[in-house]
Protein backbone atom coordinates (compact mmCIF):
# COMPACT_ATOMS: atom_id res chain seq x y z
CA UNK A 1 0.00 0.00 0.00
CA UNK A 2 3.55 2.28 0.85
CA UNK A 3 6.09 2.70 -0.83
CA UNK A 4 9.02 2.54 1.93
CA UNK A 5 9.88 6.39 1.74
CA UNK A 6 6.18 7.36 2.30
CA UNK A 7 6.13 4.22 5.38
CA UNK A 8 8.90 5.46 6.90
CA UNK A 9 7.86 9.12 6.88
CA UNK A 10 4.28 7.98 8.30
CA UNK A 11 6.08 6.14 10.97
CA UNK A 12 8.39 9.23 11.99
CA UNK A 13 5.36 11.55 11.65
CA UNK A 14 3.62 9.54 14.12
CA UNK A 15 6.58 8.92 16.46
CA UNK A 16 6.28 13.11 16.65
CA UNK A 17 2.37 12.87 17.23
CA UNK A 18 2.10 10.45 19.35
CA UNK A 19 4.49 12.04 21.84
CA UNK A 20 3.12 15.13 21.61
CA UNK A 21 0.01 15.81 23.64
CA UNK A 22 -2.75 16.74 22.25
CA UNK A 23 -3.93 20.48 23.70
CA UNK A 24 -7.66 20.61 24.45
CA UNK A 25 -7.44 24.12 25.95
CA UNK A 26 -4.70 25.71 23.96
CA UNK A 27 -6.08 28.72 23.51
CA UNK A 28 -5.36 29.75 27.43
CA UNK A 29 -1.81 27.95 27.47
CA UNK A 30 0.06 28.71 24.33
CA UNK A 31 2.03 31.80 23.92
CA UNK A 32 2.82 33.84 20.56
CA UNK A 33 5.17 31.48 18.85
CA UNK A 34 8.07 32.77 16.93
CA UNK A 35 7.30 32.89 12.85
CA UNK A 36 9.77 30.61 12.05
CA UNK A 37 8.30 27.97 14.08
CA UNK A 38 4.66 28.60 12.85
CA UNK A 39 6.34 28.34 9.05
CA UNK A 40 7.95 25.57 9.85
CA UNK A 41 4.73 23.73 11.06
CA UNK A 42 3.26 25.13 8.21
CA UNK A 43 5.51 23.65 5.89
CA UNK A 44 5.73 20.19 7.34
CA UNK A 45 1.89 20.28 6.84
CA UNK A 46 1.82 20.87 3.65
CA UNK A 47 5.02 18.27 2.58
CA UNK A 48 2.52 15.75 4.26
CA UNK A 49 -0.34 16.75 2.19
CA UNK A 50 1.67 16.49 -1.34
CA UNK A 51 2.98 12.98 -0.06
CA UNK A 52 -0.10 11.78 0.87
CA UNK A 53 -1.83 13.34 -1.83
CA UNK A 54 -3.03 9.36 -2.36
CA UNK A 55 -5.49 9.49 0.43
CA UNK A 56 -7.82 12.13 -1.28
CA UNK A 57 -8.64 9.52 -4.12
CA UNK A 58 -9.49 7.18 -1.41
CA UNK A 59 -11.32 9.64 0.58
CA UNK A 60 -15.19 10.11 0.23
CA UNK A 61 -15.76 13.24 -1.02
CA UNK A 62 -16.93 16.07 2.03
CA UNK A 63 -19.69 17.25 0.02
CA UNK A 64 -23.30 14.82 -1.13
CA UNK A 65 -25.52 15.42 -3.37
CA UNK A 66 -28.78 13.82 -4.30
CA UNK A 67 -27.74 11.01 -7.13
CA UNK A 68 -31.11 11.46 -8.40
CA UNK A 69 -31.60 15.39 -8.22
CA UNK A 70 -32.20 16.09 -11.88
CA UNK A 71 -35.02 13.20 -12.42
CA UNK A 72 -36.94 14.87 -9.25
CA UNK A 73 -36.53 18.45 -9.96
CA UNK A 74 -37.99 17.71 -13.60
CA UNK A 75 -41.29 16.62 -11.86
CA UNK A 76 -43.78 19.57 -12.69
CA UNK A 77 -44.62 19.08 -8.77
CA UNK A 78 -40.89 20.27 -7.92
CA UNK A 79 -40.48 23.32 -6.44
CA UNK A 80 -37.33 23.54 -8.76
CA UNK A 81 -39.18 22.55 -11.91
CA UNK A 82 -39.07 26.40 -12.93
CA UNK A 83 -35.18 26.09 -12.50
CA UNK A 84 -35.44 22.69 -14.45
CA UNK A 85 -37.30 24.15 -17.44
CA UNK A 86 -34.75 27.07 -17.93
CA UNK A 87 -32.06 24.36 -17.41
CA UNK A 88 -33.72 22.70 -20.43
CA UNK A 89 -33.92 25.58 -22.60
CA UNK A 90 -30.15 26.22 -21.94
CA UNK A 91 -30.40 29.91 -19.78
CA UNK A 92 -28.53 27.87 -16.83
CA UNK A 93 -26.02 25.08 -17.17
CA UNK A 94 -26.43 22.29 -14.44
CA UNK A 95 -23.69 23.73 -12.29
CA UNK A 96 -26.42 26.51 -11.60
CA UNK A 97 -29.04 24.01 -11.34
CA UNK A 98 -27.61 22.43 -8.85
CA UNK A 99 -26.74 26.03 -6.42
CA UNK A 100 -30.92 26.06 -7.04
CA UNK A 101 -31.18 22.62 -4.71
CA UNK A 102 -31.00 23.21 -0.34
CA UNK A 103 -27.66 23.34 0.60
CA UNK A 104 -26.64 21.86 4.27
CA UNK A 105 -23.68 22.45 6.13
CA UNK A 106 -22.23 20.48 9.42
CA UNK A 107 -19.36 22.02 11.21
CA UNK A 108 -18.30 20.31 14.41
CA UNK A 109 -15.60 17.93 15.89
CA UNK A 110 -14.77 14.36 16.08
CA UNK A 111 -18.03 13.68 17.02
CA UNK A 112 -20.32 14.12 13.82
CA UNK A 113 -17.36 12.10 12.57
CA UNK A 114 -16.77 8.45 11.91
CA UNK A 115 -13.92 8.58 13.84
CA UNK A 116 -12.19 6.76 17.49
CA UNK A 117 -8.80 6.54 19.02
CA UNK A 118 -6.77 3.07 17.49
CA UNK A 119 -3.44 2.99 16.33
CA UNK A 120 -1.29 5.97 14.77
CA UNK A 121 -1.33 5.18 11.69
CA UNK A 122 -5.01 3.95 11.50
CA UNK A 123 -6.25 7.05 13.22
CA UNK A 124 -4.10 8.88 11.19
CA UNK A 125 -5.75 7.27 7.98
CA UNK A 126 -8.98 7.76 9.46
CA UNK A 127 -8.79 11.51 10.25
CA UNK A 128 -7.31 12.25 6.88
CA UNK A 129 -9.81 9.74 5.23
CA UNK A 130 -13.49 8.99 6.89
CA UNK A 131 -15.98 11.72 6.10
CA UNK A 132 -19.57 10.56 5.89
CA UNK A 133 -20.62 6.98 7.71
CA UNK A 134 -21.80 9.50 10.38
CA UNK A 135 -24.94 10.79 12.19
CA UNK A 136 -24.99 14.11 9.51
CA UNK A 137 -23.96 12.74 6.04
CA UNK A 138 -24.24 9.00 5.45
CA UNK A 139 -25.10 7.53 1.60
CA UNK A 140 -25.40 3.46 2.52
CA UNK A 141 -28.54 2.43 1.30
CA UNK A 142 -28.01 -0.10 3.72
CA UNK A 143 -30.52 -0.96 5.97
CA UNK A 144 -28.11 -1.66 9.22
CA UNK A 145 -26.36 1.87 8.49
CA UNK A 146 -27.01 4.97 9.70
CA UNK A 147 -29.82 6.90 8.55
CA UNK A 148 -28.25 10.37 8.30
CA UNK A 149 -29.87 13.60 9.15
CA UNK A 150 -28.97 14.13 4.76
CA UNK A 151 -30.72 11.08 3.93
CA UNK A 152 -33.80 12.24 6.06
CA UNK A 153 -34.23 15.09 4.15
CA UNK A 154 -33.78 13.77 0.94
CA UNK A 155 -36.76 11.70 1.41
CA UNK A 156 -38.75 14.87 0.78
CA UNK A 157 -36.31 17.24 -0.77
CA UNK A 158 -33.08 16.86 -3.12
CA UNK A 159 -30.25 18.66 -1.67
CA UNK A 160 -26.53 19.03 -1.46
CA UNK A 161 -24.57 18.43 2.21
CA UNK A 162 -21.11 19.60 2.57
CA UNK A 163 -18.97 18.62 5.91
CA UNK A 164 -16.55 20.86 7.50
CA UNK A 165 -16.15 19.13 10.81
CA UNK A 166 -12.64 17.46 11.86
CA UNK A 167 -11.37 15.16 14.69
CA UNK A 168 -9.77 17.55 17.30
CA UNK A 169 -11.34 20.85 16.56
CA UNK A 170 -12.12 23.35 18.78
CA UNK A 171 -13.65 26.50 19.88
CA UNK A 172 -10.57 28.74 19.87
CA UNK A 173 -9.73 32.28 18.75
CA UNK A 174 -9.66 33.37 14.93
CA UNK A 175 -5.89 34.00 15.41
CA UNK A 176 -4.68 31.16 17.04
CA UNK A 177 -2.89 28.18 15.05
CA UNK A 178 -4.51 24.99 14.85
CA UNK A 179 -1.30 23.49 15.64
CA UNK A 180 0.93 20.79 13.61
CA UNK A 181 -1.38 17.86 15.00
CA UNK A 182 -4.42 19.06 13.71
CA UNK A 183 -3.17 20.56 10.46
CA UNK A 184 -0.86 17.47 9.50
CA UNK A 185 -5.12 14.95 9.86
CA UNK A 186 -6.68 18.40 7.78
CA UNK A 187 -8.53 19.71 10.88
CA UNK A 188 -9.51 23.18 11.19
CA UNK A 189 -10.85 24.65 14.92
CA UNK A 190 -14.65 26.45 14.18
CA UNK A 191 -13.32 29.63 12.82
CA UNK A 192 -10.88 28.28 10.12
CA UNK A 193 -14.58 25.92 9.34
CA UNK A 194 -16.43 29.35 9.22
CA UNK A 195 -13.95 30.77 6.87
CA UNK A 196 -13.99 27.68 4.34
CA UNK A 197 -17.76 28.49 4.26
CA UNK A 198 -17.46 32.43 3.80
CA UNK A 199 -15.08 31.75 1.11
CA UNK A 200 -17.93 29.75 -1.12
CA UNK A 201 -20.15 31.53 -3.55
CA UNK A 202 -22.84 29.39 -3.02
CA UNK A 203 -23.73 29.93 1.15
CA UNK A 204 -25.58 27.17 2.77
CA UNK A 205 -29.59 27.25 3.64
CA UNK A 206 -28.65 25.39 6.93
CA UNK A 207 -25.86 25.31 8.82
CA UNK A 208 -25.51 23.26 11.59
CA UNK A 209 -22.84 23.29 14.12
CA UNK A 210 -21.90 20.79 16.98
CA UNK A 211 -18.49 21.58 18.59
CA UNK A 212 -16.74 22.25 21.74
CA UNK A 213 -15.99 18.76 23.49
CA UNK A 214 -12.31 19.55 22.65
CA UNK A 215 -12.45 22.62 24.97
CA UNK A 216 -13.32 20.26 28.10
CA UNK A 217 -10.18 19.30 28.93
CA UNK A 218 -9.92 21.89 31.64
CA UNK A 219 -7.26 19.91 34.11
CA UNK A 220 -5.07 20.50 31.13
CA UNK A 221 -1.63 22.63 32.67
CA UNK A 222 -3.27 22.88 36.25
CA UNK A 223 -1.02 22.56 38.93
CA UNK A 224 -2.22 19.96 42.32
CA UNK A 225 -3.95 23.32 44.19
CA UNK A 226 -5.82 23.87 40.62
CA UNK A 227 -7.30 21.37 40.36
CA UNK A 228 -8.88 21.14 43.62
CA UNK A 229 -10.02 24.51 43.38
CA UNK A 230 -11.13 25.11 39.73
CA UNK A 231 -14.28 27.55 40.02
CA UNK A 232 -11.65 30.31 38.43
CA UNK A 233 -10.37 28.06 35.84
CA UNK A 234 -14.25 27.13 35.00
CA UNK A 235 -15.05 30.21 34.53
CA UNK A 236 -12.38 31.44 32.47
CA UNK A 237 -12.77 28.74 30.25
CA UNK A 238 -16.74 29.62 30.10
CA UNK A 239 -16.04 32.93 29.16
CA UNK A 240 -13.34 32.86 26.43
CA UNK A 241 -15.23 29.85 24.91
CA UNK A 242 -18.23 32.16 24.27
CA UNK A 243 -16.29 35.18 22.99
CA UNK A 244 -14.78 32.20 20.95
CA UNK A 245 -17.66 31.18 19.47
CA UNK A 246 -19.58 34.30 18.78
CA UNK A 247 -16.92 35.27 16.95
CA UNK A 248 -17.13 33.37 13.41
CA UNK A 249 -20.70 32.64 13.93
CA UNK A 250 -21.16 36.47 13.95
CA UNK A 251 -19.09 36.34 10.83
CA UNK A 252 -21.42 33.84 9.29
CA UNK A 253 -24.33 35.56 10.24
CA UNK A 254 -23.16 38.63 8.69
CA UNK A 255 -23.01 36.65 5.61
CA UNK A 256 -26.64 35.40 6.06
CA UNK A 257 -27.63 39.11 5.82
CA UNK A 258 -26.78 39.93 2.64
CA UNK A 259 -27.74 36.30 1.07
CA UNK A 260 -31.01 36.31 -1.51
CA UNK A 261 -32.13 33.50 0.28
CA UNK A 262 -33.32 32.45 3.52
CA UNK A 263 -30.38 30.86 5.92
CA UNK A 264 -31.23 28.93 9.11
CA UNK A 265 -28.73 28.12 11.80
CA UNK A 266 -28.96 25.39 14.54
CA UNK A 267 -26.25 25.62 17.45
CA UNK A 268 -26.86 22.26 19.25
CA UNK A 269 -25.76 21.57 22.83
CA UNK A 270 -22.44 19.35 23.74
CA UNK A 271 -23.26 16.23 24.46
CA UNK A 272 -24.88 14.57 27.99
CA UNK A 273 -21.96 13.68 29.79
CA UNK A 274 -23.04 12.29 32.67
CA UNK A 275 -25.04 9.68 31.32
CA UNK A 276 -21.40 9.34 28.92
CA UNK A 277 -19.47 8.64 31.81
CA UNK A 278 -22.14 6.04 33.24
CA UNK A 279 -21.42 4.05 30.14
CA UNK A 280 -17.72 4.67 30.62
CA UNK A 281 -17.21 3.36 34.07
CA UNK A 282 -19.33 0.32 32.86
CA UNK A 283 -16.82 -0.40 29.92
CA UNK A 284 -13.68 0.68 31.95
CA UNK A 285 -14.90 -2.49 34.21
CA UNK A 286 -15.27 -4.67 31.49
CA UNK A 287 -11.95 -3.92 30.14
CA UNK A 288 -10.27 -4.61 33.54
CA UNK A 289 -11.53 -7.83 33.34
CA UNK A 290 -10.73 -8.59 29.82
CA UNK A 291 -8.33 -5.71 28.26
CA UNK A 292 -9.06 -6.92 24.54
CA UNK A 293 -12.41 -5.31 25.44
CA UNK A 294 -12.14 -1.38 24.60
CA UNK A 295 -8.49 -1.72 23.85
CA UNK A 296 -7.84 1.89 23.45
CA UNK A 297 -9.45 2.81 26.90
CA UNK A 298 -6.60 4.28 28.26
CA UNK A 299 -5.28 6.05 25.35
CA UNK A 300 -8.77 8.55 25.72
CA UNK A 301 -7.14 9.21 29.08
CA UNK A 302 -3.55 9.65 28.44
CA UNK A 303 -4.61 12.37 25.47
CA UNK A 304 -7.54 13.83 27.64
CA UNK A 305 -6.84 13.91 31.40
CA UNK A 306 -10.79 15.31 32.22
CA UNK A 307 -11.72 12.04 31.51
CA UNK A 308 -10.09 10.37 34.50
CA UNK A 309 -12.78 9.71 37.10
CA UNK A 310 -11.27 12.38 39.46
CA UNK A 311 -12.29 15.29 37.04
CA UNK A 312 -15.57 13.58 35.47
CA UNK A 313 -17.55 16.10 37.70
CA UNK A 314 -16.25 18.76 36.70
CA UNK A 315 -16.53 18.50 33.15
CA UNK A 316 -19.82 17.30 33.34
CA UNK A 317 -20.13 20.85 35.03
CA UNK A 318 -18.29 22.61 32.75
CA UNK A 319 -20.47 20.84 29.62
CA UNK A 320 -23.73 22.56 31.21
CA UNK A 321 -21.72 25.86 31.82
CA UNK A 322 -20.88 25.97 28.23
CA UNK A 323 -24.07 24.69 27.25
CA UNK A 324 -25.43 27.95 29.36
CA UNK A 325 -23.15 29.94 27.27
CA UNK A 326 -24.28 28.95 23.98
CA UNK A 327 -27.76 29.57 24.89
CA UNK A 328 -26.90 32.96 26.13
CA UNK A 329 -24.96 33.49 22.97
CA UNK A 330 -27.57 32.60 20.20
CA UNK A 331 -30.04 34.71 22.30
CA UNK A 332 -28.03 37.92 22.07
CA UNK A 333 -27.41 37.27 18.72
CA UNK A 334 -31.18 36.64 17.48
CA UNK A 335 -31.88 40.12 19.41
CA UNK A 336 -29.72 41.48 16.12
CA UNK A 337 -31.57 39.71 13.92
CA UNK A 338 -34.93 40.81 14.23
CA UNK A 339 -35.10 43.25 11.57
CA UNK A 340 -33.64 40.53 9.27
CA UNK A 341 -36.63 38.33 8.09
CA UNK A 342 -34.31 35.78 6.08
CA UNK A 343 -32.16 34.88 8.79
CA UNK A 344 -32.50 32.38 11.98
CA UNK A 345 -30.11 31.66 14.64
CA UNK A 346 -32.06 28.80 16.62
CA UNK A 347 -30.21 26.79 20.05
CA UNK A 348 -30.86 23.41 20.22
CA UNK A 349 -30.81 21.34 23.44
CA UNK A 350 -31.74 17.89 21.04
CA UNK A 351 -28.23 16.48 21.07
CA UNK A 352 -27.72 17.29 24.88
CA UNK A 353 -30.26 15.17 25.67
CA UNK A 354 -29.26 11.68 23.88
CA UNK A 355 -29.09 9.31 26.65
CA UNK A 356 -25.07 7.49 26.19
CA UNK A 357 -25.53 5.69 29.20
CA UNK A 358 -26.29 2.29 26.94
CA UNK A 359 -23.12 0.56 26.52
CA UNK A 360 -23.79 0.19 22.44
CA UNK A 361 -23.74 4.08 21.95
CA UNK A 362 -20.48 4.12 22.29
CA UNK A 363 -17.15 2.94 20.47
CA UNK A 364 -16.43 -0.47 21.20
CA UNK A 365 -12.35 0.43 20.60
CA UNK A 366 -12.33 3.55 23.01
CA UNK A 367 -15.53 3.92 24.80
CA UNK A 368 -15.01 7.30 24.13
CA UNK A 369 -16.76 8.45 20.49
CA UNK A 370 -20.43 7.54 19.23
CA UNK A 371 -20.70 3.57 17.88
CA UNK A 372 -22.85 3.15 14.92
CA UNK A 373 -25.82 2.93 17.14
CA UNK A 374 -24.47 5.95 18.81
CA UNK A 375 -24.76 7.65 15.69
CA UNK A 376 -27.75 6.25 14.64
CA UNK A 377 -29.57 8.14 18.09
CA UNK A 378 -28.05 11.40 17.28
CA UNK A 379 -29.23 11.61 13.53
CA UNK A 380 -32.86 11.17 15.05
CA UNK A 381 -32.39 13.40 17.83
CA UNK A 382 -30.55 15.94 15.26
CA UNK A 383 -33.35 15.91 12.78
CA UNK A 384 -36.05 16.16 15.68
CA UNK A 385 -34.83 19.31 16.08
CA UNK A 386 -34.61 20.86 12.92
CA UNK A 387 -38.91 21.26 12.53
CA UNK A 388 -38.61 25.46 13.43
CA UNK A 389 -35.56 25.72 10.66
CA UNK A 390 -37.11 23.86 8.12
CA UNK A 391 -40.31 25.39 8.25
CA UNK A 392 -38.64 28.97 8.34
CA UNK A 393 -36.51 27.73 5.10
CA UNK A 394 -40.27 26.73 3.31
CA UNK A 395 -38.87 22.86 2.97
CA UNK A 396 -40.02 19.59 4.71
CA UNK A 397 -42.70 16.97 3.62
CA UNK A 398 -46.23 18.00 2.23
CA UNK A 399 -47.83 16.64 5.13
CA UNK A 400 -45.38 17.52 8.24
CA UNK A 401 -42.46 19.33 9.28
CA UNK A 402 -40.96 17.95 12.06
CA UNK A 403 -41.71 14.01 13.57
CA UNK A 404 -39.24 11.91 12.16
CA UNK A 405 -41.99 9.48 13.08
CA UNK A 406 -43.87 10.71 10.26
CA UNK A 407 -40.28 9.11 7.95
CA UNK A 408 -40.01 6.18 10.03
CA UNK A 409 -42.38 4.35 7.51
CA UNK A 410 -40.26 5.14 4.78
CA UNK A 411 -37.11 3.60 5.71
CA UNK A 412 -36.48 1.58 8.94
CA UNK A 413 -33.76 1.13 10.58
Known sequence: MFSPTRFVFLAGAFVFLTAVPVQGTEEFANPPRPFPVVMGEQMAANLVDLIFLFDRVASDPPTAKTPDYLQRVSQASSPFYNDYLEYRQGRIDRAELLRQLPHVAMMGDSLTQHFHISSPISLFWRARTQRRKNWFLDTDPDPASIW?????????????AMEYNGAGALVAPSRASEGMRRRIVRTRNLSGQARQILRNKRFPDLIMIWIGHNNLDWVEGLSSNEREHPEERLQEIAMQFRQNYTEPLQELIDRAKMENHKVAIVVFGLANLDTFFQARRKAEALHARNPALYPYFESGNRSFESLKPPYQKNMVRLSLMLNGEMRLMVSSLDQQIKDRPNVQVQYSDA???????????????????PSVQGHKALAA????????????????????ISPASELTAQRTR
Open 381 to 400: AAFSALGPSLKFLGIGPKRT
Open 148 to 160: SVYERLETFTPLV
Open 351 to 369: LAKVNFSRLELINPADAWH
